[in-house]
């Protein structure tokens, strides 16, 4: 099914783009309660701060409680992030819906908000016409913010129809500072359209003077455009006349400008529209009222309302009810007359069956639990009354808000939901679902207190909501352990029934179980839940079932062995991805606090291959596992695996878990990822801050290498006040007094390396190290006579730098190109996959005289071929590296020219302008290797200096070139917040 192929795709996707095209799509298809899963499991696994923005701005919401819904309601509760908030706003802008309209406010009240939010709510107003944040922004609204932000500004000021002093000042000053040949600031025209929409007479005077001095000629044909419309007005003297030609030349207009209302006198206006009410009274008066009350025109409004023709009582008289449409469709938020009729519930389905909006608009807790309200519920038990009742108690503005009131109301909503369940009963299962469904939606991101959530969930379990408890495990109240244990009791028991009665296929099997596994950790951690141990054991029986009866699928499917699902452990043997086992394992690892000893082996030993069979996403749960567990084994392996991974979100959230270990490897690994240019600064001050301090003596000495590669002046001085705390841990022995200090200072072999290395600031600690050992025996030996002493290690040190380099600077890339299938189907169409002679020759031969590459002494067509054979041959979890620098040339020389007959050009970009620069690269590794392994095993005396000092200078221009490719395939990161599910609470 694309569905779950979606989900495939941002689970194992390493990519953040393409996991990006996989969320959108997801939120897209969430119609199906498989599509509301996924939506709630993106939510639990999700990374990153970007993605759940994503996630926000690629929903459909509707104007009802549903799983879309929740999410923003959630959101827009909870988040703190600007880039999140911002998408939710936008995306409920795009819908036009104002069903969330108080949980902005309630945003509004308790968050500065940022230019993008700022933003976003324009559009918000644009889109929406909510008179409601009129002013929250007026009040955002200044000189000083970006200019999209003042474009967008004064379109909602226009579609709101306010009129302000302050900013048409604000308007004029823009005119004023533009005086320019071009068009350069979007903010330009929408300030020009503004002054033409608020002008009086004396500001329309200025707005001309301004003009007179303008070059620019599409902004004067914009301004004579207006003037031309304003002049019409002023031929007809600005009186009655020129003010019914105003309003009936919108008539006509889909989205009228309104150019000239501010230079009307509202008295005319007033006249006008009383004279035009009566003519247009048996032509179209609907036209009239949706131009009036597009107008935002108060005192207007009031008249079109208590109009006895076409007004609100006319309407509620059954008389004009199709003008209903038009007063739902501009909803005028100022007309008292309006507001009562809808707050009315006689007038319940003249008003509510035409927008679900006002509802949430118009009717508060208070309303719709008075007695008036309350009696029309018991008579038609409808639905979506309450749904906006348990709505209009969760829009309070706190969780702590627990007043007596609030706790009647609470309980009068839960009387109700007693009495419409015992009214369900008696219909069909199908319209009970549906209302579970609807009822949780409306819960979850509400305000509602941990005692209501517990009184519906005995009403109404969740067990026919698949997304629910995924989705209350990550946004529901603090609720009491006993319920918490049940309704995890009650999901697996769920579980078993399904897949020992249901009709599910695979995809669907894995999906129900691991999405439950998923909440139940997601809710153990945010709650801080002790699960109990009878829990655990069934969780255990019903995984050991669950994936007996996959195993049996798998058996009767005879998977080929080219199957994207067969892996291989680190002994070659096959090994088949069992995602249900490994969430068992990851649960088990990461709740049960009475695992034997043997039990946490058998586990280690399955995490340590999910960490490579697993799905992208899935292993940052894995390395919370393994971080647990605290071995050398399990440190290991997410050093290896985790620590050095193409993504940096991935990498990241691995630095964050790891701050938990107190394992000794793990702590100089952390310490050395500071001088890594691909982490942000916020998590290197946050190794910092909180790196354990198990071995002070370690770290001590790891911050003070630090201190000496002039970082950033803000982590700089993290470092200084770290070492002054760890300096306090650790006692120094007392040196000797006639003992002295002969040690070469590593400032000025520092200085040597940034001389000969542009970029020298991005090596790594290994890579700096290698590069100080080396420099440091070469000075020493300058003293050194012409004695029998092997000055090899200088170039073996050289050249170990040169490798660390290429593999800080290469490697993830090469992995992942390795790892995603690419390459090796292009080489299976050359013969490398069946091991066809005649193809593999003639490509080889084609590699070994491309310009430059043939002058290669000892250019290795057996070592080419042996490294791409393996490549070919690589499946998913089976092990692979590139060993030395000559490696990883050969496959650069592969997959990174510009140019080949074969199709396997530009799989990398590096950067070079032409292939003969990539080539020269590629040469002078090789060249580098040979001597080096030469040196190494014949040795060098004291008459090879030349030769030494040859083989130097090509390591730092190797070495100087990596660095400069590395900065352009750097992938841009922001700073991270890390606010996901998987955080602590």
């Known amino acids: 099914m694309p569905i779950f192929q979606d989900l495939k795709q941002f689970v194992r996707s390493e990519n953040a783009h393409d996991r990006y095209i996989a969320i959108e799509k997801l939120a897209k298809n969430s119609q199906s309660w498989q599509g509301n899963l996924l939506t709630w499991q993106i939510m639990a696994l999700i990374p990153t701060i970007v993605e759940k923005a994503k996630l926000a701005q690629s929903l459909n919401i509707p104007n009802m409680p549903s799983s879309e819904w929740a999410i923003v309601s959630h959101i827009l509760l909870k988040e703190t992030d600007e880039n999140v908030i911002s998408s939710c706003i936008a995306t409920l802008a795009h819908s036009k819906s104002n069903s969330l309209i108080y949980r902005i406010l309630n945003l509004i009240e308790r968050t500065k908000l940022s230019n993008k939010a700022i933003y976003s709510l324009f559009t918000f107003a644009e889109e929406t016409g909510n008179e409601l944040l009129a002013e929250k922004l007026l009040q955002s609204f200044s000189e000083d913010l970006p200019d999209n932000i003042l474009a967008k500004g004064f379109n909602a000021f226009i579609r709101l129809g306010i009129i302000n002093q302050k900013y048409k000042e604000v308007a004029l000053s823009i005119l004023k500072q533009n005086n320019s040949d071009d068009l350069i600031k979007s903010s330009l025209p929408a300030a020009l359209l503004y002054l033409g929409f608020a002008s009086n007479k004396d500001d329309w005077k200025n707005v001309k003077n301004i003009i007179l001095q303008f070059n620019n000629p599409e902004t004067i044909r914009f301004f004579e455009i207006l003037n031309s419309q304003i002049a019409i007005f002023e031929d007809k003297n600005f009186g009655i006349k020129a003010c019914e030609h105003f309003i009936e030349k919108a008539l006509h207009e889909n989205n009228p400008s309104f150019i000239g209302y501010g230079i009307l006198s509202q008295k005319n206006i007033e006249i006008a529209l009383e004279s035009l009410i009566k003519d247009y009274y048996n032509k179209k008066p609907e036209e009239l009222t949706k131009t009036i009350l597009k107008l935002k025109n108060k005192k207007c409004i009031e008249i079109l309302a208590n109009n006895s023709l076409i007004g609100i009582e006319s309407i509620e008289n059954g008389k004009n009810e199709f003008l209903a449409r038009e007063w739902v469709h501009c909803i005028p938020y100022q007309s008292q007359k309006f507001i009562q009729s809808v707050q009315n519930p006689k007038n319940y389905k003249l008003w509510h069956s035409l927008s679900k909006d006002l509802a949430y608009i118009f009717l508060n807790a208070d309303i719709l639990l008075s007695n008036s309200w309350q009696e029309m519920f018991e008579k038609s038990y409808d639905c979506n009354l309450l749904l906006n009742q348990i709505v209009a108690i969760g829009n309070k503005s706190s969780p702590e808000n627990t007043s007596k009131l609030l706790i009647r109301q609470e309980n009068k909503v839960i009387e109700n939901l007693k009495k419409y369940v015992k009214f369900l009963t008696q219909k069909s299962s199908n319209e009970y679902e549906y209302f579970v469904e609807k009822v949780y939606a409306a819960i979850i991101g509400g305000n509602t207190s941990a005692s209501f959530l517990r009184d519906v969930y005995k009403i109404m379990p969740f067990s026919g909501t698949s997304w629910a408890f995924t989705a209350i495990a990550l946004t529901a109240p603090r609720l009491d352990i006993y319920t918490l244990s049940v309704a995890i009791h009650r999901e697996l028991e769920i579980i078993k029934q399904t897949l020992l009665h249901g009709n599910m296929q695979k995809e669907e099997y894995i999906l129900e179980v691991t999405s439950r596994f998923q909440s139940i ?15 655990l054991v069934t969780l255990k029986e019903i995984s050991s079932l669950i994936q007996n009866i996959l195993d049996k699928t798998e058996e009767k499917n005879h998977l080929d062995e080219d199957s994207d699902s067969e892996v291989a452990d680190w002994n070659g043997n096959s090994v ?94 952390l310490i050395r990822t500071i001088s890594k240019q691909n982490i942000s600064s916020a998590i290197k001050i946050k190794i910092i801050k909180e790196i354990s301090l198990e071995n002070p003596e370690e770290i001590l000495q790891e911050l003070k290498t630090l201190q000496l590669l002039r970082l950033p002046e803000e982590i700089d001085k993290e470092i200084q006040e770290a070492i002054a705390r760890v300096s306090s841990k650790v006692i120094n022995p007392q040196k000797p007094k006639n003992e002295k200090d002969t040690k070469i200072s590593s400032q000025d072999i520092d200085l040597i390396i940034k001389s000969l290395i542009p970029y020298s600031s991005d090596l790594s600690i290994d890579s700096k190290s290698a590069l100080r050992t080396a420099e440091m025996i070469l000075i020493q030996s300058i003293d050194w006579g012409n004695e029998a002493v092997d000055l090899s290690p200088i170039v073996n040190m050289h050249c170990k730098a040169v490798e660390l380099t290429m593999r800080d600077t290469f490697e993830a890339y090469t992995d992942a190109l390795v790892r995603k299938g690419e390459l090796s189907k292009k080489l299976d169409s050359i013969g490398y996959a069946k091991g066809t002679i005649d193809k593999m020759n003639s490509f080889e031969d084609y590699i070994a005289n491309l310009p430059i590459i043939r002058s290669i002494p000892y250019f290795s067509k057996f070592k080419l071929r042996k490294m791409l054979r393996a490549i070919c041959l690589y499946r998913p979890g089976k092990r692979f590296t590139l060993d030395g620098p000559k490696a990883f040339a050969l496959l650069l020389l592969v997959a990174a020219r510009k140019e080949c007959q074969f199709n396997l050009n530009k799989m990398m970009n590096l950067g070079f302008e032409s292939d003969i620069d990539l080539f020269e690269f590629i040469k002078l590794v090789h060249s580098l290797q040979d001597s080096r392994n030469r040196a190494v095993h014949e040795g060098l005396t004291w008459e090879a200096r030349d030769e030494i000092e040859s083989m130097r200078k090509q390591a730092y221009k190797i070495i100087s070139t990596c660095l400069i490719i590395g900065r352009s395939l750097e992938t841009f990161s922001h700073q991270k917040i890390y606010d996901s599910p998987m955080e602590t609470f």
Not at 521 to 535: E, I, Y
């Open 521 to 535: 950790l997601v809710g153990a951690d945010r709650f801080k839940l002790q699960v109990n141990q009878p829990t």
């Open 576 to 669: 088949i991805d069992r995602p249900i086992l490994l969430w068992e394992a990851i649960l088990q690892v990461c709740l049960n606090t009475q695992l034997s000893r043997e039990e946490k082996d058998y586990y280690e030993l399955f995490l340590r291959e999910g960490l490579r069979i697993a799905p992208h996403v899935e292993k940052r749960w894995i390395v919370r596992a393994l971080v647990k567990l605290d071995t050398d084994d399990a440190i290991k392996a997410i050093l290896y695996q985790a620590l050095q991974h193409i993504d940096n979100d991935f990498v990241e959230h691995t630095i964050v878990e790891l701050l938990r270990s107190k394992h000794t490897r793990a702590q100089q690994a």
